[in-house]
């Protein structure tokens, strides 16, 4: 009797916002609700008659710099060939220290940011201490994993995490499949549609030990290439005054960097681009 | 089968209430008070880990004098009340009043029903945009809920603190002086005229933490050395 009731506290004892979603109210959950073969339209086969039609998020840019990691996104959500957003903001801190973008199904990738944050506020709050950044890493994998049987009906969710490590000094990149894989990157990664435009920019211009300004322009410069040949990326847009969203993390915290000084950066690669007189 | 004694319902509500009050009595003073700054909490808790003072949301803290493993798991069913609730909801819609009706069921329903009541004692704090706006609750072991002005005083030896905080309170306090007041009001029971910083838990509810830090969080648990340069400032 004794035994059963320890073990009974112990097996509810858990410092998972998650499980305890899972367990009380499965109905809260982001994903995991509908088994994807019952979803309407399936039917027996394995591809659905018609493609969901959801807005979708697109680029986003990380790198790491001489005092921890920077995280960019581009403004624009894309549903088919109609733009669905141009304010969207994919880049958000998860707590303190870490940050994280998302590419794919714009709800359900905002839903599980939500339900990350709270995850990680959760934890500190039952255990009075941070999570360490590799648990943090590895939360966010087990939730994208948790999303697997959507991503099979075209509603993939794929996000990018950076955080700084306190105890090791240094900030750190993981990237993320589908499945739920995780991947620690190093120097520079990008994910979503204009990611393979992004990349190539990265890979000309980042540098070990860029300082943070010099981050910040690399970046800015990266989401403009990507948009420059991705038509699912935003660029700057002057009109609207809409800029990309930039977080920067380092051993103090994580902050966004404000429009004015993104303004101006956006500015200055739209200067030299215009002097160059360059077609591509 | 042996034959029960009868004993009536006045007797065993009285026996169970003089059951918890005993063990609540044992333990050591925890001091609220609400002041201009915001909300300050100190507890008399030579343990640096196991804490009576914690944070539950953006504007909320709880505090607790009895036995240990049961204010934590009240305090760990409140962490995970308010969390579901800023989730399904909105994270404004994470109230003290809320909470602390849900700690009074739950009190009241052990109270009556289990084989021992909680000997535990409860406060919920809730820091306003100003000073009239603060919440504080006292609840008790048997889920009585009270809404409190100013300060609250718990556990121990709670009619001799009580009477040395009422003695100085005032509103204009900033945190340091709360804190202060907190400590001769900690110390009215004993002989000792100070208490070592280390034999101190202390947390603040900041209620410029959003224009001050830039976060919505306010709740802030002060190590000792923070303390040691709160309590140096000039009076």
């Known amino acids: 009797m004794q035994e059963t009731t320890a073990n009974r506290v112990a097996a509810n004892a858990t410092s998972s916002f998650t499980e305890h979603l899972q367990r009380e109210r499965p109905d809260l959950m982001p994903f995991g609700q509908v088994p994807f073969n019952q979803l309407p339209g399936t039917g027996h086969a394995a591809q659905p008659a018609a493609p969901l039609q959801a807005p979708h998020g697109t680029t986003i840019v990380a790198m790491t710099y001489a005092g921890g990691v920077l995280m960019a996104g581009d403004r624009r959500a894309t549903m088919g060939n109609v733009i669905a957003s141009r304010h969207i903001e994919k880049v958000f801190p998860a707590d303190q220290y870490s940050v994280l973008g998302i590419a794919g199904t714009a709800g359900i990738a905002l839903d599980i940011t939500r339900l990350f944050q709270v995850e990680l506020e959760h934890y500190e709050k039952i255990e009075g201490t941070l999570l360490s950044l590799d648990g943090k890493a590895n939360r966010l994998g087990a939730m994208v994993r948790g999303n697997l049987p959507m991503a099979m009906q075209g509603l993939a969710v794929v996000p990018l995490f950076a955080g700084f490590d306190r105890p090791a000094g240094f900030g750190r990149l993981f990237s993320y499949d589908v499945t739920g894989g995780r991947y620690e990157e190093q120097e520079h990664h990008a994910v979503g549609s204009g990611s393979m435009f992004a990349r190539g920019a990265l890979k000309k211009l980042w540098r070990p030990g860029l300082s943070e300004q010099d981050a910040v322009a690399v970046a800015v410069e990266a989401l403009y290439d990507a948009a420059d040949d991705d038509s699912a990326t935003g660029g700057p847009d002057p009109v609207r005054q809409l800029w990309p969203v930039v977080y920067i993390v380092n051993r103090t915290g994580a902050f966004r960097v404000p429009d004015r000084d993104l303004a101006a950066v956006a500015g200055r690669v739209i200067e030299s681009r215009t002097v160059a007189q360059r077609e591509a | ?235």
């Open chain 2, 1 to 235: 089968m042996t034959q029960q004694f009868y004993v009536s319902p006045e007797q065993l509500m009285k026996d169970r209430a003089d059951f918890a009050r005993k063990g609540i009595a044992r333990g050591r003073s925890v001091v609220v008070i609400s002041c201009r700054d915001g909300i300050a909490l100190v507890a008399e808790n030579p343990s640096p880990s196991l804490h009576k003072i914690g944070e539950i949301y953006d504007k909320i803290a709880f505090a607790a004098v009895g036995k240990y493993n049961e204010f934590e798991s009240l305090r760990q069913a409140g962490v995970r009340y308010a969390d579901v609730r800023g989730y399904s909801y909105d994270r404004e819609d994470v109230t003290a009043r809320g909470l602390a009706s849900v700690y009074a069921q739950s009190l009241g329903a052990v109270f009556t029903a289990e084989q021992k009541p909680f000997e535990v004692e409860l406060a919920v704090a809730e820091v306003g945009q100003t000073q009239e706006a603060d919440h504080l609750y006292r609840l008790t072991f048997d889920g009585s809920i009270a809404d409190e002005h100013g300060f609250i005083v718990m556990g121990g030896q709670a009619d001799k603190v009580s009477e040395a905080v009422a003695a100085g309170w005032q509103g204009e306090l900033d945190f340091a002086g709360a804190i202060r007041l907190a400590l001769a009001g900690l110390v009215a029971d004993k002989e000792t005229t100070t208490l070592p910083v280390s034999a101190l838990e202390v947390a603040v509810l900041d209620r410029g933490s959003e224009s001050g830090r830039g976060t919505r969080r306010s709740f802030r648990r002060l190590e000792d050395p923070d303390i040691v340069a709160l309590l140096a400032e000039e009076k």
